[in-house]
């Protein structure tokens, strides 16, 4: 089945550091691939998106996020933390018509 | 500024009463999708459209229900709501089925 997993429910990061988050996928054919953030009581909204292509994707707010195909993921990076990239992230992938979302990371920044 | 917007963005209803969520948008993406979100967990697919083909989910309740009258809107009923329907409820829309997904700010529904 297809589905899309986030490993660390909880990173800190202190402000002014760099940040990752994992995101690894279970599709059988070239999966198409995003990254949302929720701040909170809010919505999602879409920082990037993989189709094909470049595997090295650029997004809005600082972030890239490289598609490994072997290894299956599709993590999001940043070079330096702001204190309002707080929020939470939610990895997905297209699933037929809809999209599988991973469980969601939630980033804590320190000043 | 093209957008999906969401009303009310807080709804407090008591237990039993029927409540209305709506959505709108000015995008004219053919898929909106209901979305439920509890605390701390990733959004729960409750069902979408495709134009005006309704596609349900197997696990959502009864007690839910949705229509689009129009491109532009789409409204979710809950007819009994229970305690454990408090939730957020997100709305999105996408051009293409399996795309990229724009998310309203989402309402709050609180139970009494």
Request: hydrophobic share 30%; aromatic share 14%; proline share 5%.
């Amino acid at each position: 089945a297809q589905s899309v997993t986030q490993p660390d429910i909880h990173i800190t990061v202190s402000e002014g550091a760099s940040l990752e988050l994992r995101c690894n996928y279970s599709y059988g054919a070239t999966p198409y691939l995003f990254w949302y953030v929720q701040s909170p009581g809010q919505g999602l909204q879409l920082l990037l998106k993989y189709f094909s292509g470049d595997t090295l994707v650029q997004g809005i707010k600082g972030f890239e996020a490289e598609f490994k195909r072997s290894q299956s993921s599709f993590n999001l990076r940043k070079p330096s933390v702001h204190w309002s990239d707080a929020a939470e992230y939610f990895c997905a992938g297209r699933a037929g018509n809809k999209l599988t979302f991973g469980g969601g990371t939630r980033v804590l920044v320190k000043p | 500024d093209a957008m999906v917007i969401q009303n009310p963005r807080y709804q407090v209803t008591q237990f039993g009463k029927p409540v209305t969520l709506s959505c709108s948008q000015t995008l004219n993406h053919n898929v909106m999708y209901w979305y439920q979100q509890k605390s701390s967990q990733a959004p729960k697919l409750l069902f979408h459209y495709y134009d005006k083909d309704f596609n349900n989910e197997a696990d959502t309740p009864d007690n839910f229900q949705s229509r689009r009258p129009n491109t532009s809107f789409c409204f979710l009923d809950i007819r009994s709501p229970g305690l454990g329907d408090a939730a957020m409820y997100l709305c999105a829309t996408s051009r293409v089925a399996g795309r990229e997904q724009y998310f309203g700010p989402g309402t709050r529904l609180t139970v009494t």
